[in-house]
């Protein structure tokens, strides 16, 4: 999988980067600045997803589990603490 190819990474047209992405082994290429005049060009310059790609894609989806359950007090107070510097101060 690519990364977003409208970050400006690879030079040239948003096409010529799907391209190079595609060319460089990447299966799926990202696009995530909702640009729509680019994205149909990146929907233009990607193939229908099939063949050895499609099948990387299926067992990467079927080894999706669901998250595990998270404390949300208990991590918001450790973001607190890990942005106001405490974090790093209490361990030395």
Excluded: K, W, Y
């Excluded at 980067?17 to 929907?43: I, K, P, W, Y």
């Excluded at 918001?76 to 361990?91: P, Y």
């Amino acid at each position: 999988m690519s990364d977003d190819v409208s970050m400006g990474a690879l030079s040239g047209p948003i096409g010529e980067r799907v391209r190079q992405s595609l060319t460089a082994g990447c299966d799926l290429v990202l696009h995530c600045n909702g640009e729509f005049a680019e994205m149909q060009e990146v929907a233009a310059s990607c193939p229908e997803l099939g063949g050895a790609a499609l099948q990387r894609t299926a067992r990467a989806l079927a080894s999706r589990r669901p998250p595990e359950a998270i404390d949300l007090e208990a991590a918001r107070a450790e973001f607190t603490q890990l942005v106001s510097g405490r974090a790093g101060a209490a361990t030395g």
